[in-house]
């Protein structure tokens, strides 16, 4: 890559795509709650839930509840967001299914508690409310029953539709050619070119909303040298050098979507001795598990096979985390790609593929993909190449 050009910008990474129709939605999440195997099973459901609240209606406001009930559904929330809720309810599909409460705390609380009455009991997300939240919801719902619920919008959410896929594809391609752009900057270290790991990270960050992300996917990684033994190091005044390994781990959201990837270079040229060995035993055990992601397969299987790569190179206590995650509207979703994980992979599921081997005072490589399962096997999200020499 020492010589290579930076890769080009794709066309129309900025242009947005038509709102996701979220129609259909709230039927499957009834249909969950009645599948709950629970004598006191809910048959409403409070969402608080961000990431889920946008996936059931398309809003994206900072403060919202939506309450399922036996026969009516309505989205609540404060005067900040009264046209925006309403148009993103319209584009989404669902205005008409899902009733709009714009009001204060207590004016949201009775229309909340309206919209849930004659429910049996009433789930919570025990995921997000907290135990003071859950005695607040208890006395607002009362004389309902409030009962605990985890995971019940997210194990909908696993499995992506195509317009899902196609917002995390466009993510990915931003990320791509937002690297390509920046990484000119560690192929002129050593030729009078200096920077540091966070200055690396801030370009990079200021790339990807130069190429249409609408914001980073989580805190950029750039690790280098030492730093790169840690698996999530912070970007820090650490001047890159040549010979260096550097880890950049990061991604780019577009209309709430989250890419991931990692590529790991070595500056200045091919890496030598040990860290060259590091370079090529975690590229094979990437490779083996992007291949290993197919419908049907345990997610515990696809790490086992990255496991067993680095487990025979003798580095099995130098890869300690899992392989991989889901991705979509959060960053960490189902399933999780780890050891013993028994999450059957299903077309659509969106997953990383991530293992690394970390050895104090030499370095670290980490090697990452973002990956959809097809019918027949799975392709790639993220593309940028992965050529080690920068």
């Not at 947005?16 to 629970?38: F, H, N, T």
């Not at 009455?117 to 009362?142: C, I, K, M, P």
Request: with cysteine; charged share 20%.
């Amino acid at each position: 890559m020492t010589d290579r050009d930076p890769m080009p910008t794709p066309g129309g990474l900025a242009d947005p795509m038509e709102p996701i129709a979220v129609s259909g939605r709230i039927d499957r999440v009834r249909a969950a709650l009645a599948a709950l195997d629970d004598d006191a099973h809910p048959d409403a459901l409070v969402v608080t839930t961000g990431a889920n609240l946008r996936w059931l209606t398309g809003f994206t406001g900072s403060a919202g509840t939506l309450a399922v009930g036996p026969g009516r559904v309505l989205l609540a929330t404060d005067g900040r967001y009264r046209t925006q809720a309403a148009e993103q309810l319209a584009a989404s599909g669902v205005a008409d299914a899902v009733e709009l409460c714009i009001g204060g705390v207590v004016a949201q609380r009775e229309a909340l508690a309206a919209a849930t009455s004659g429910a049996s009991a009433v789930g919570l997300e025990a995921g997000d409310v907290t135990w003071a939240s859950a005695r607040t919801w208890e006395a607002v719902l009362g004389p309902t029953p409030v009962v605990a619920t985890l995971g019940l919008v997210e194990g909908l959410r696993v499995v992506k539709d195509p317009a899902e896929v196609a917002r995390m594809e466009r993510a990915a391609a931003i990320a791509d050619a937002a690297l390509g752009s920046v990484l000119h900057l560690l192929a002129g270290i050593g030729g009078g070119t200096t920077v540091t790991e966070s200055e690396f990270a801030a370009a990079l960050d200021h790339a990807m909303r130069l190429h249409g992300a609408e914001d980073r996917a989580f805190e950029t990684i750039v690790a280098s040298g030492e730093n790169s033994a840690k698996p999530h190091a912070r970007p820090g005044r650490r001047p890159i050098g040549t010979g260096d390994p550097v880890v950049v781990d990061f991604g780019a959201t577009f209309d709430g979507y989250r890419s991931d990837m990692t590529r790991t270079f070595c500056v200045g040229g091919e890496p030598t001795g040990q860290l060259a060995t590091v370079f090529a035993v975690v590229a094979a055990a990437q490779s083996a598990g992007v291949a290993a992601v197919a419908p049907g397969v345990a997610a515990g299987d696809v790490d086992k096979v990255c496991r067993d790569r680095i487990a025979e190179a003798g580095w099995a206590d130098r890869f300690e985390h899992g392989t991989g995650h889901g991705v979509g509207l959060d960053i960490h979703e189902g399933p999780a790609v780890g050891a013993g994980s028994t999450a059957i992979l299903l077309p659509g599921t969106v997953v990383t593929v991530e293992p690394g081997v970390y050895l104090p005072a030499v370095g670290g490589v980490r090697i990452e993909d973002t990956l959809v399962v097809t019918e027949s096997g799975s392709r790639p999200l993220t593309r940028f190449p992965k050529e080690v020499a920068v």
